[in-house]
Structure formats: structure tokens, C-alpha cells
């Protein structure tokens, strides 16, 4: 089935962010954003005249938004991947926004947006020693929860701070687990 990996508007947010962050990628942060969202409603087949119309509404406008960086481009990436389910619950819990009240929550989600899938219902039944390991090592007790972070979304590695920190840059350690990373 075909289907998008990265299309041009998530390109452009990815950039305006990189801006935000202090990544030399040329442009400005509302250069980047406006781009982005111009190519995500042309692409949903709107016209340029709605696009620039709706980037003229002070709570898009990069300049009048409220918010930081994470609020105006998580919320406008979010919508240009309403065809990307994956992609936009990865952005939410990425950048934290939007900041989504969940009505029909999955069992023990109570409100909240799912932040991990649970281990599957076979892993239980075949491999219960693993499992029990590592639900353990993930929750920190013995309940599969869907509200507990993920151990990546502890990691947080900014461009000034990967070279430094790590004395061997093939390997980040986590406590439990060894990411490798090509070098």
C-alpha cells in the first residue's frame, strides 16, 4: 500500500524546529512554518488563497500564536499528519503538544493519551519470565501501563551534548539497555 514516509510539509516542520533549536539550516523558524503549512493544506487540495488566509489567523500566525516553539509547530504538525496516525501520536509524545483530552481511553489509559502499546497478550502466554522482566524494568511494577514513558522517551539529546557526553560514540547506555548507533 502506498503511503508517505516524510513528505514535504513535515520536512519544513522538522526544519522550523531545528531553527527553534539552534540548528544553522538556513531560514528562519516562521519561514520553515509557513512553508510547512502551506504545503500541508495544498497537498489536502486547498488553495494557496486559503492557506495564506489561514496563516493570517493570530492563533497560527508564528508570531502571534501563544505558545513556545514545541505548542505552534507540535500543533500544526499534528494536523498536516491526519492521514499519518503513527507519525502524529509519535509527534505528540515528542514534542508534548498537542495536549489531547482522550474521551474513549484504552483500559488503564484514565483520560490520558497512550504513551506505549502494551507487550501483546502472546508475549504473556509464551514467554511469562521475559515478560514479567520486562514489564518490571518498564513500569517499575508488575502492571503493563500504557501511561508509562517508554525508556526512549527519557533520552533527551540535544546537537551540543551527544559528542561530549558520551566516551564511546557507538554505544549510548541506558540503565537496562545498550542502543547502538551506526558510526
Not at 24 to 39: D, E, F, K, L, P
Not at 67 to 81: F, P, S, T, V
Not at 87 to 101: K, Q, S, V
Amino acid at each position: 500500500m502506498p503511503g508517505d514516509l516524510l513528505d514535504y510539509a513535515e520536512t519544513e516542520f522538522l526544519l522550523a524546529e531545528a531553527v527553534e533549536r539552534g540548528i544553522a539550516v538556513g531560514g528562519t523558524a516562521q519561514s520553515h512554518y509557513n512553508n510547512a503549512i502551506m504545503a500541508s493544506i495544498t497537498f489536502w487540495g486547498g488553495k494557496v488563497s486559503d492557506a495564506n488566509l489561514y496563516l493570517l489567523n493570530p492563533s497560527v500566525d508564528y508570531t502571534t500564536a501563544t505558545g513556545n516553539y514545541k505548542q505552534k509547530i507540535g500543533y500544526q504538525k499534528w494536523i498536516a499528519l491526519a492521514n499519518r496516525g503513527w507519525d502524529a501520536w509519535t509527534e505528540i509524545r515528542r514534542l508534548g503538544h498537542p495536549n489531547l483530552n482522550v474521551v474513549n481511553p484504552p483500559i488503564g489509559g484514565v483520560g490520558s493519551l497512550p504513551l506505549r502499546f502494551y507487550y501483546p497478550l502472546t508475549e504473556q502466554t509464551s514467554n511469562p519470565i521475559n515478560w514479567a522482566a520486562a514489564v518490571k524494568a518498564q513500569t517499575g511494577g508488575t502492571s503493563d501501563d500504557v501511561k508509562t514513558k517508554a525508556f526512549l522517551d527519557a533520552i533527551i539529546i540535544s546537537s551540543s551534548s551527544v559528542a561530549s557526553s558520551l566516551s564511546n560514540p557507538s554505544a549510548v547506555q541506558l540503565p537496562g539497555y545498550i542502543l547502538s548507533l551506526p558510526v
